[in-house]
């Protein structure tokens, strides 16, 4: 069914892995109401996948803010500090996706827009930091998503050819990013991105449960 073999797995976090996706709008929400604002769908769509500078760079053009990005990036972070704890999941399918390649040593890796603290406390607070190899972020590459710099890096820290390397992506600009670099994308989307172009993902899953994700991902198959 696949000629495709799949030597390693890169993941997206925020919406792919972890629900912060559906926390990010509260977030959003919150600050823009401490401002006597909404914070706008289309705004918030604009900013989904974009490493931090330049998706607080879409939000103060649109609001005409006068912070800077990393002032608003602090401000992220006390908002986040209170939900986390109490609001944070895996999304559907997640843990046994990572049991299933721990059991066959698949290498693995977050490759996310995040920070590396909130990657790391967030990954550690649901359990499953220790299941992957390593986490990249965007500050570790060049250029963020929609480049394909993180991708590439992952398949070369992950000792393997790009064209082997699973990418699984919320957003339409990972599943960009993943496609530039020449992997095998496969696009996930959630509530907040399923009307968005995944143009160049092999196909788009309903979620991390996908069959065609465990037959892509058998070692045993012809």
């Known amino acids: 069914m696949f000629s495709t073999r799949i030597d ?12 912060t996706e559906d926390l990010y709008g509260e977030v959003g929400q919150i600050m823009m109401n ?26 103060i053009e649109a609001e005409s803010l006068t912070e800077t990005w ?6 992220t972070d006390r908002v986040f500090d209170e939900l986390l704890p109490t609001r944070l999941k895996l999304m559907p399918g997640a843990i046994e996706l990572l049991q299933r390649l721990e059991e066959k040593s698949v290498p693995r890796c977050i490759a996310t827009s995040s920070t590396r603290g909130f990657a790391n406390k967030a990954l550690s607070l649901v359990g499953v930091l220790d299941k992957f190899d390593f986490v990249l972020t965007a500050a570790d590459v060049p250029r963020g998503k929609p480049s394909p710099d993180i991708y590439q ?4 820290q992950m000792g393997v050819s790009v064209e082997n390397m699973l990418v699984l992506e919320d957003s339409p600009t990972g599943t960009k ?14 509530a907040h991105t399923i009307d968005g172009c995944f143009a160049g993902a092999k196909w788009v ?10 037959l ?7």
């Open 177 to 190: 990013a993943g496609v530039a670099a020449g992997a095998y994308v496969v696009s996930v989307p959630n």
């Open 70 to 75: 990393q002032q608003l990036q602090e401000e």
């Open 153 to 156: 890096a992952a398949a070369a």
């Open 216 to 222: 892509l991902l058998s070692r045993d198959r012809e």
């Open 205 to 214: 899953a309903d979620s991390l449960k996908d069959r065609r994700l465990s």
């Open 8 to 19: 390693a797995v890169a993941f997206d976090m925020d919406g792919l892995v972890l629900n």
């Open 34 to 59: 401490q401002r006597g604002r909404t914070y706008r769908d289309e705004v918030r769509r604009a900013m989904i996948g974009l490493p931090a500078p330049q998706a607080f760079g879409v939000l």
